[in-house]
């Protein structure tokens, strides 16, 4: 499509309603004038995410084209943004945390494993390596769980039967590294359901219609569309309707994957799915 016939052409920005005037597009951005200001926004990815034109079918026309640009713009804004946090992750070593009434559960030759109870919840994933600072030095551990107001971890270093405290810092750049990775691997066609949400998600939404409620709803969606949100507040029924979701699929011999920042969430769900 040529950009020029878009300038002058009026426009709405759908996150503040406001409407203004293309004046420019050069450089990869598109120029709107509200009659005050003039705002620069990517060009043609805004047309995506941003900018709705009052011509519906050329709107149609340049959502298509700029579709492929919004996704590269995604995949450009995160690993830039994941970036910059290991860099300061790896500069700073992490936010300093503090546990107390450590006890050695378990130890195998020169593996040991140890609870320690939190101040606040954590949310480390299995695996996350953590830095513990010792009078002596610095010793290295692996968080084996995090749940609720306790955390627990496997270390080479023996630190007693007993702890009253300690500090440690944890080191997520590795699972940032991977996630990093997993970003980078995106494609249109072999991963459809990330393109769908980074591309089409506006489009898909019909903002006069409102908001379906009800469990039954929730699980009619669920199983005719390839993308659906339940939300609530807490005690509403959502580990409820997830486990039913869940036998429907298991019944339609569909596979079935439960995923959470925190292990206690998916046995929740689990023992709600038995």
Known sequence: ???????GMRVMNLRTKSIGTIVNIEA?????????????????????????????????????????????????????????????LKETGGKKYRVVDGELISQNKDTY?????????????????????????????????CEDFSITFQTSTYLG???????????????????????????EEKCPIAYSLVCDRRKQVNQRKPIERGQNAAM???SSQPITFVWGPPGTGKTYTLARVALDFLNKKKRILMVSYSNVSVDRALLRFA
């Open 28 to 88: 990869n951005k598109v120029y709107v004038s509200d009659g005050i200001s003039i705002v620069a926004y990517p060009y043609p990815a805004a047309f995506s995410d941003v900018l709705q034109l009052e011509d519906e079918e050329l709107q149609e026309e340049i959502q298509t084209a700029s579709a492929g640009a919004l996704f590269n713009q995604f995949r450009n804004t995160y690993s830039f943004a994941l970036n910059k946090e290991i860099e300061f």
């Open 113 to 145: 494993i140890y609870s320690f109870d939190t101040d606040s919840e954590l949310h480390f994933p299995d695996g996350t390596t953590i830095k513990i600072q010792l009078a002596e030095g610095r010793a290295y551990a692996y968080v084996i769980s």
């Open 1 to 7: 499509m040529s950009y020029t016939k878009l300038i």
């Open 220 to 222: 009619r969606k669920s």
């Open 161 to 187: 039967k007993t702890i009253e405290h300690l500090e440690f810092t944890a080191e997520p750049w590795q699972l940032l590294e991977g996630l990093l990775d997993r970003i980078y691997e995106l494609d």
